[in-house]
Structures are given as C-alpha cells and as structure tokens.
C-alpha cells in the first residue's frame, strides 16, 4: 500500500509543465530500447501531462541512463532493487503531488497522440466515474487486439476482453467495464490513495484488477474508452508463459478472492472458486509446470492469513451492497467455457 518512502531512492529532473493535472508513471525494468519509444509516445501527446515520471526498479540493461537529458520534462525515481510494478505504481503516485490524475504506462505500450487527451475527455464528461481503460492492440499484430477491459469472474477468474479478437470484432463502444489494464490506464488520485494504492504483496500481476475491485468496493465505477488507442507488447519482459507469470498471476488470484469477495458473494461462489483452482493445477501440470502452479498455490495459502486481515479493512469501508456488485461481475460457466475454447483461461493476464 501507499506510505511515505525514503530509503534506496534517488529522483532527478523535474518536469516544470504546468499544463493539464495528469501524471504519468512508468514502471521502468529492463525495457531497453521500448522505453524510449514509449517515452517519444508520451512526448507526442496532444494534451501534455503536467508530471512524467519513470519509476525504475533496479534495470541493469542501461535503459534509464541518459534519459534527463534526452528527454528534459522526465523524472527518475531510481530504485536500488526490483520492488515490483505494484510499488513502482505506489511510488510514482505518491510523487505525483498537486495531480489530481494518474495515467499509469508501461514501457511497452505506446500511445496514439490523443491518447491521454480522449481519456481526460471521457473523466471529464463521466465525472461519477474514477478509473478508465483503453483499447489495447497488439504492437506485433495491429488487426488483433490485445484487450478492451479487465473481466471479473464470480469464480475469482480473470481475463482481458477481447484479447486476440480482430480489432473490429472487439468491443466499439465505450461503456462500463469491471476493471482496466494497468498496461495503460487513467485512475483519479484521490480515490486511489483512499483505498491505499496498489498492494505492494502482489509485487505484479492482479494487481489492477485487485486495485479496481477496492475501487468498486468502495463506491467507485470504471469505465471503458474505445477510442484512446493503446498499441502494446503483451508481456514483453516477463514473457506470457513464464514461470513468473504463471506463479505471480496465480497466487495472487486466490488473494483477490479472499481479500475482496463480500461474504455474501465469496460464500456463494466458493465450491467454484476450489473447484477451479483444482482444474488450474490439473492443467498447468499437464503442460509441463507442476512445479510452479504447486508453489504458487501454497503461497496463496500461507499468504492467506495476511489476506484476510487486509480483509477487514476493506470490507469495513464497503460502500456497495454485493448484488450491485455482482452486477458487474462476468457469471456462469458458459463464460469460462468460452474463454477454454477461445485458449485464454489459466495462460494470460
């Protein structure tokens, strides 16, 4: 969660841009040569951000050097070791004072120019709205999409909309949408800080859909933009079926369940939240990682008891009753088995 940081980190530069109240944070590690064309993408917006901010996590590839002077409006947090992309997030935030938006970036995706602009557009003409996503296309294959907005299953599965869909077969219109892909996304700072930021035990993976959750448990809603366009390389430094991915994004979908699902809810839908869990594990061996889909579900379990304490906090501060909630979950198992066939469940992000 948010707290003061002041140990292992240095800033440089500073933007001076005065313009539009809006941040934007890069959670830097490794990104190479795609970091700088991320930042020529940011550079190029036609609604310039008031604050860019990247958050570096220890890169040893050299992608960080240089960048002040190429790019004067930049900031650098440097980190002395690989905090994750949940507390990079949480440290940018924390940085990006006198905001009242935050665009979070990765440093594989890059922006059209009127990305940050249509995004502002659709906070300002959605005002009960707190958190917004982008049409996300693949960078490598720009006729297919790479997701048009975060789904919550009421197993506690997750997955992006439209992911690999043709970019006309994918969602058009804008409208409501569980939660947004971090990759790229628009958050009001505000309410972001009130319900403690991203939660920095994740370390990466979840972490936006956990942090929407919070959000909507709060009262807050997220809506879907279509036309802020977002190329994106799909787990371009973990890799989509890495072992990091498959442990990190695993563990943490048990958390999520534990630590958000009202009771009502969570009471409910359990015997197909185990129920699934079991089929992960099943299936993951079966493809050659048992080892890893073992370790990350016995973390989620000895991470369990910590989970649950974070529960009761945020159940306190529940200011939506659950079948409102439900409401905007995805339901039924014709959902996940179309997600089966479509070879989405259990591999992505």
Known sequence: MIQAYNQSVTGTGASGVREPG????????????????????????????????????????????GITARHPAVEVIRCHENWGFAKGNNLGIAAADECGWIAC???????????????????????????????LVQAEHP?????????????????????RQRVEQGALADGEIFAPSAAAALYRRADVLAVGGFDESYFCYIEDID????????????????????????????????DFAVYHGHRNLVWTYFKNMPAELLWRYLLLHLLLNLVTILVFAERGKAGVIFRAKWDALKGLRKMLQARQAVQASRRVDAAALRGVMTQGLGALYRQWRASLLFTDF
């Open 211 to 242: 942090l929407a959750f919070r959000l909507r448990l709060a009262g807050h809603r997220g809506w879907y933009v279509s036309d802020a366009i977002v190329h994106h390389v799909g787990s371009a430094i973990a890799g989509t079926q890495s």
């Open 22 to 65: 809006v941040a934007v944070i890069i959670v830097n590690y490794n990104g190479g040569e795609v970091l700088e064309h991320c930042l020529r993408a940011v550079e190029a917006q036609t609604l310039r951000p008031r604050r860019v901010i990247v958050v570096d996590n220890a890169s040893h590839d050299g992608s960080v050097e």
């Open 143 to 163: 006729d297919r999409l790479d997701g048009t907005g975060d789904v919550y299953h009421v197993s506690g599965l997750t997955w992006r909309r439209d992911h």
């Open 105 to 135: 970036l990765n440093p594989y995706a890059f922006p059209k120019p009127d990305w940050l602009a249509r995004l502002i557009t659709a906070a300002e003409a959605h005002p009960q709205f707190a958190f917004f996503g982008c049409r």
